[in-house]
């Protein structure tokens, strides 16, 4: 009992390790929820800037043809969005502590580009994620909304255009709101 209490805090003082499975990108947001509700920033942060948008990891979610000038947009649009004090940037995907369930739901850039009614990417993504597919989103990638609400609920907090970069989780966010 002692020893699996021990593997437990252990476990849970680990860094977090990135893997492309839609399983660890609902424990990525659960541990982080985790640390937001004990109170630990340090952990918070360190998981929250492990998943922003660096330049390198936008071109990775962006088509090969985007030009610089608006990957530099992308960049700065993030800049803006994200508040400098770390303990706001701490809690930038954190939601109030009741919104215990977590639902990953994924699609790829074609089915954003169809974004046919009725389908995964209609329902649960919203109409800017079909604007950035026809635009810039990088063809062939699997992009991921994950919803975080009360148990039962259909509504709640949602964070947009998640993707594997090849080495970790990014996010694109609302990204629509800089590329036009």
Known sequence: MIAAALLALLLQDAPFKHENTTDNLKQFFEKLQKASAAGDEKTALALTNGVL??????????????PAETVGRCAEFWKKLLPPEDAKRA???VANP???EIRVTAATTEELLKYEKGSVAFVHFPAGAKQLAETVLRPGMTWY???LAKPGADSGVKYHLFYW????????????????
Do not use: H, I, M, Y
């Open 98 to 100: 009741a919104n215990t």
């Open 165 to 180: 970069t090849g080495e970790r989780w990014s996010c694109l966010g609302p990204l629509w709101r800089a590329v036009q």
């Open 53 to 66: 948008p660096d330049e390198a990891a936008l071109r990775k979610g962006l088509k090969d043809a985007t």
């Open 145 to 147: 909304e994950v919803l």
């Open 91 to 93: 809690k930038v995907f």
